[in-house]
């Protein structure tokens, strides 16, 4: 069918069935987001050869139906016996981006869809869509059925002289390098934004898209650099550190979609698939991070650290915000001593670009921490430190 948005034909060849077999293979939880009547949308309601896609609560109510209900004779139909268990389900995306709906009647229908999917499923999670101020009115009206509230953040190239436009990025690496770390700062402001608006109401945030935006070709070729690694390193940092709050993250996309921000790239006809530097550091802080937060009390300058541990063992996520200057720093647990660690990081040269399969430069290097429990921080390194607490 067409798309009514970006152009192109959609070829529906990932369904249901697809997607949520993708997220078992690589261990992650799927969220579905039904149509929410079109955002309110009329211009998408109805295709150009009449086909309706406006869905309403009932449709959403029957999608839950199908993924979660043992008995549901369509998926069985369709040769899956057991139900898919998908536990996360958002109602509506960037609803609140133009004028098409205002939050009240939003709300309402949020309320309306809420209570036909939970019919089907009473046991899923339900994210309602709060940007652009509407958290407050969203939590009032309908945050009785919901888990999460929902809001985007992207970070654009900036202004015209910026360099994260099209391969200007290669003029000035300093220039760029200042740049991307405005990122991190930016993200941070939207998540106050956030924590401000929701302060009164007990219910946590979910950001359900988060990502560069830039303009390139078929995509922004900066996104390949390492210096956009350690871009998106400082943005987990935040997230790690709002984790209070902030329940669910997401930071770029997979290759495939509409969008030039890859996290990986699969080469076509051939050649061995390989992870672009923002997946890197998303591989790096997955194997190597905790349960529960833990707060940092103080850092050597130019690094940009989040902390968290699991039983005996402290994780930190550490980035070397200094572009061509190396840190020294020594670890220090208040109440605790450290028996022995290891240190996992990529320092690649900024401007370094991953265009292949390079596992000599996408894979971490590894290294035991020395006796005096101190390490030197290469300059625009992304590093996962793991200490292993001994008795006081």
């Not at 898919?84 to 981006?97: A, D, F, P, R």
């Not at 996520?317 to 061509?324: D, K, P």
Request: a neutral charge.
């Amino acid at each position: 069918m067409l798309n009514q948005l970006w152009g192109g034909i959609y070829n529906n060849q990932v369904g249901t069935h697809e997607f949520v077999d993708f997220c078992r293979r690589v261990g992650a939880e799927p969220l579905i987001v039904v149509n929410f009547e079109s955002d309110g949308r009329k211009y998408w309601a109805v295709s150009p050869k009449g086909d309706i896609r406006s869905g309403d609560a009932k449709e959403a109510g029957e999608w839950v139906d199908y993924c979660n209900s043992p008995s549901n004779a369509l998926r069985r139909q369709h040769g899956v016996k057991e139900p898919y268990g998908v536990k996360l389900w958002q109602i509506g995306n960037e609803t609140s981006y133009g004028d098409a709906i205002d939050v009240d009647t939003a709300a309402k229908k949020t309320l309306e869809f809420a209570r036909a999917m939970r019919k089907a499923d009473p046991t899923i999670d339900i994210i309602g869509w709060a940007d652009s101020g509407w958290a407050g009115r969203m939590a009032e009206i309908a945050g009785g059925e919901l888990q999460y509230l929902a809001f985007h953040n992207g970070f654009g190239p900036g202004g015209q002289d910026s360099p994260l436009r099209g391969i200007e990025y290669r003029k000035d690496p300093d220039k760029t390098w200042k740049y991307f770390m405005k990122a991190c700062k930016a993200q941070q402001e939207k998540l106050d934004d956030m924590r401000r608006q929701v302060a009164k109401y007990n219910i946590p945030i979910a950001l359900t898209e988060c990502h560069f935006i830039l303009p390139g070709r078929n995509r922004c070729e900066v996104l390949s650099t390492w210096a956009a690694g350690v871009a998106n390193a400082c943005i987990l940092n935040v997230h790690e550190r709002n984790g209070g709050l902030l329940k669910i993250a997401t930071l770029a996309d997979f290759c495939g979609t509409r969008w030039q921000n890859n996290a990986i790239m699969i080469p076509v006809p051939s050649g061995r698939s390989f992870m672009m530097p923002v997946a890197m550091v998303m591989s790096l802080y997955r194997k190597h991070s905790g349960k529960e937060g833990v707060e940092v009390a103080a850092t050597a300058d130019g690094l940009d650290v989040a902390a968290s541990r699991t039983g005996d063992r402290i994780f930190l996520h550490v980035v070397n915000t200094h572009r061509t200057q190396s840190v020294k720093s020594a670890f220090q647990i208040q109440g605790g001593r450290i028996a022995g660690g290891r240190v996992y990081w990529f320092d690649l040269d900024p401007e370094f670009e991953v265009f292949e399969y390079r596992p000599e430069c996408t894979f971490p290097n590894e290294s035991k921490l020395d006796p005096n429990l101190a390490w030197t921080f290469p300059a625009a390194s992304v590093s996962a430190v793991e200490l292993t607490m001994g008795p006081v």
